[in-house]
């Protein structure tokens, strides 16, 4: 079975730093999605992490430790347009199981 | 081309109707998927097509039917359909067959209404 865990919301202020913590216990394991999702559209992707560390790009940074069953996506100097939901997606060979998402709100 | 397009953006039908779903995609991906996505919930996946074979049904209802006519075309075609089956429907698509472990693009959507 899934067990994929986030918090459900977050709130920062712009230019700020957050840290969205996502655990996870999966069957089957290849790595981890994070897909970003403004309300009402489709979700975008974000980052895959395959290996254990620390996946930087520009200001969104994803992090993996695959024997803790433990990621993190760490978003800085954050700006309005950040404001979205945010899922964390492990994958097995077949397919990707989506958390819940965790809604990030920017406030200026 | 770097989307995938889904038609139509919303569609309202009754619990007698038939109708259909369509995705497109140009970018030469080898999987395609169906999601559905309640609101202020997760995409919940429904059917994954690999190289144009249904690989993953997720134990999706009848009344919910696949078709794949060719690599670049999905179809969702809908009959007898329920009130509770009203929701976003996301078509995506992925490059490779092995769906885990490649980056997913994901068409708008459907917004379905079920009267």
């Known amino acids: 079975g899934q067990n994929i865990d986030q918090p459900t919301e977050m709130t920062a202020t712009e230019g700020a730093i957050v840290q969205i913590n996502c655990t996870y216990q999966?069957?089957?394991?290849?790595?981890l999605f994070w897909y970003q999702q403004h309300a009402g559209e489709a979700p975008t992707f974000l980052s895959y992490?395959?290996?254990?560390g620390l996946e930087e790009k520009g200001r969104f940074s994803s992090f993996l430790s695959r024997s803790k069953g433990y990621s993190y996506l760490l978003l800085k100097e954050l700006q309005m347009k950040d404001s979205a939901s945010y899922l964390c997606?492990?994958?097995?060979?077949?397919?990707?199981?989506f958390g819940a998402g965790t809604t990030v709100t920017v406030r200026a | 081309d770097t989307e995938v397009t889904q038609t139509p953006k919303h569609l309202v039908m009754g619990m007698t109707n038939k109708k259909s779903l369509k995705c497109e995609q140009h970018?030469?991906?080898?999987?395609m998927y169906w999601y559905k996505q309640k609101a202020k919930k997760p995409p919940e996946l429904m059917f994954v097509?690999?190289?144009?074979?249904?690989?993953i049904n997720e134990s999706v209802p009848s009344r919910f039917s696949p078709e794949c006519p060719n690599s670049s075309l999905l179809n969702l075609h809908l009959h007898a359909l329920q009130p509770e089956d009203s929701a976003l429907y996301l078509c995506?698509?992925?490059?490779?067959?092995?769906?885990?472990?490649?980056?997913?693009?994901f068409g708008p959507g459907t917004r379905l209404t079920v009267l």
């Open positions: 995506a698509s992925s490059q490779e067959g092995v769906a885990g472990k490649n980056e997913q693009f």
């Open positions: 999966t069957s089957g394991f290849n790595g």
């Open positions: 992490n395959v290996l254990d």
């Open positions: 997606a492990p994958s097995n060979d077949y397919k990707l199981s």
């Open positions: 970018m030469g991906h080898r999987a």
């Open positions: 097509y690999s190289y144009e074979k249904l690989s």
